[in-house]
């Protein structure tokens, strides 16, 4: 639980070492940063990228931890931040010509969501 001078009560929820570029995770949270609860999930919904599934899934326990811990109504949260981080870089290698072998980088990320009630 975090409060900001506005007395606005928020809360946040964390997807740890989810395996996707964060570049490509920021693309959806652009979209649904400022949104209501309902309308994030209804653009997830239809959006046709891979990272949409993760970022549901934070979007929906941010909302539960809203509900559990402080009392708060779903209906009345909108995301105020959304933001991915980059987490650990997974490196493997692929064998090629001649026997090189060529690197293979696995990016991973953290997603971070947070709700607050809306005024």
Same mark, same amino acid.
């Given at each position: 639980?975090?409060?900001?001078?506005?007395? %606005?009560?928020?809360?946040?929820?964390?997807?740890?070492?989810?395996?996707?570029?964060?570049?490509?995770?920021?693309?959806?949270?652009? %979209?649904?940063?400022?949104?209501?609860?309902?309308?994030?999930?209804?653009?997830?919904?239809?959006?046709?990228?891979?990272?949409?599934?993760?970022?549901?899934?934070?979007?929906?326990?941010?909302?539960?931890?809203?509900? &559990?811990?402080?009392?708060?109504?779903?209906?009345?949260?909108?995301?105020?931040?959304?933001?991915?981080?980059?987490?650990?870089?997974?490196?493997?290698?692929?064998?090629?010509? %001649?026997? %090189?072998?060529?690197?293979?980088?696995?990016?991973?990320? &953290?997603?971070?969501?947070?709700?607050?009630?809306?005024?």
């Amino acid at each position: 639980m975090t409060e900001i001078n506005s007395n %606005q009560i928020e809360a946040k929820a964390v997807g740890r070492y989810i395996r996707m570029s964060p570049r490509k995770v920021r693309r959806v949270l652009n %979209q649904i940063r400022g949104k209501t609860y309902k309308e994030a999930l209804m653009l997830l919904e239809f959006m046709p990228y891979r990272a949409c599934g993760p970022v549901w899934q934070v979007i929906y326990s941010a909302a539960a931890n809203a509900e &559990h811990n402080l009392n708060l109504k779903k209906e009345n949260l909108i995301i105020s931040e959304a933001f991915a981080d980059q987490g650990p870089v997974f490196r493997r290698f692929r064998p090629r010509a %001649q026997g %090189q072998g060529f690197g293979i980088r696995k990016p991973t990320c &953290h997603i971070t969501i947070t709700v607050a009630q809306d005024i």
